[in-house]
């Protein structure tokens, strides 16, 4: 048992003693806070100076992955400019083909329109008679030049046997001649045991029956229509597949694979200088 005295002054050690620990305590705590800011501010020059290890290791894992992003955006670039070159190939390319296309029908027709033209000089040449002093005449009329201040109608013939002027118009020669050309062709047709006969004229046979109809195309017993795929084939060169876009009465438009777009004549069909046949695949 211990009086109030002891007490008192037990309590008072008690008391001292945990105010001594509680300044230790607090001068621990800021020492701790002085060495911990110590530490941050120097991590922080180390960062600042580019020596941290934590700052080392994200820049270097970063640079390889800039490094990788530029290498791959170095191959987009160049596939993209040998996609492009090989694009601006490819047009150039299709251009030409659709020219020379182009100019082998445009030659097929100017050749077609002229064989036509002489078949029909031939025609009008076996079938008309027509001696030459007449179309040298006719020839030397043209040659000559005419006089601007004279008049073309003949002026009127007075008779005395007659009241009044009648009037007397000369045909000119070209007249002559068509007048005769078209009564030969009468006199051929009507009458043909009064006209020598001539040697007959050797027509251009077609070889392969072609024709349009309704839109559609006939041709060596098949029928084609728009959208249908065929195989064009021209002697000497590869077949080409097509589309066909637009069917007229005398030509048929097609497309390529390319998208270039040509025409046929049907007249060139029936010569064979062009065939097309259905393209299953």
Not at 131 to 145: A, G, I
Not at 209 to 219: Q, T
Not at 253 to 264: E, H, N, T, V
Request: charged residues 35%; proline residues 5%; hydrophobic residues 30%.
């Amino acid at each position: 048992e211990m009086d109030d005295e002891d007490c008192e002054r037990r309590r008072m050690e008690c008391l001292d003693e945990m105010s001594n620990l509680e300044k230790q305590f607090t001068d621990l705590k800021d020492q701790l806070y002085k060495e911990r800011l110590s530490q941050v501010d120097a991590k922080l020059q180390e960062v600042i100076a580019g020596k941290a290890p934590e700052y080392l290791e994200p820049l270097a894992a970063l640079q390889e992955n800039m490094q990788i992003r530029t290498k791959v955006a170095g191959i987009y670039r160049e596939l993209c400019l040998e996609s492009v070159k090989n694009k601006y190939e490819c047009e150039i390319q299709a251009s030409r083909q659709h020219c020379e296309s182009e100019k082998l029908l445009l030659y097929d027709t100017v050749q077609s329109e002229l064989e036509e033209k002489i078949r029909r000089l031939e025609e009008d040449r076996h079938s008309i008679d027509i001696t030459s002093e007449l179309w040298n005449d006719e020839l030397q009329s043209r040659k000559k030049r005419k006089d601007p201040f004279s008049p073309d109608k003949k002026k009127p013939v007075f008779s005395l046997t007659f009241p009044r002027p009648y009037i007397v118009y000369m045909l000119q020669d070209l007249d002559i001649l068509e007048d005769w050309t078209t009564i030969r062709k009468a006199m051929a047709t009507l009458g043909p045991h009064r006209v020598k006969p001539e040697p007959p004229v050797k027509l251009e046979k077609h070889l392969h029956s072609a024709r349009s109809e309704e839109g559609r195309l006939f041709y060596d017993g098949e029928w084609y229509g728009r959208g249908q795929t065929i195989c064009i084939d021209k002697k000497d060169e590869c077949p080409t597949s097509a589309i066909i876009t637009t069917i007229n009465h005398d030509e048929v438009w097609f497309k390529r694979p390319d998208g270039s777009k040509s025409k046929l004549y049907i007249s060139q069909l029936q010569k064979g200088k062009y065939s097309i046949k259905h393209n299953h695949n």
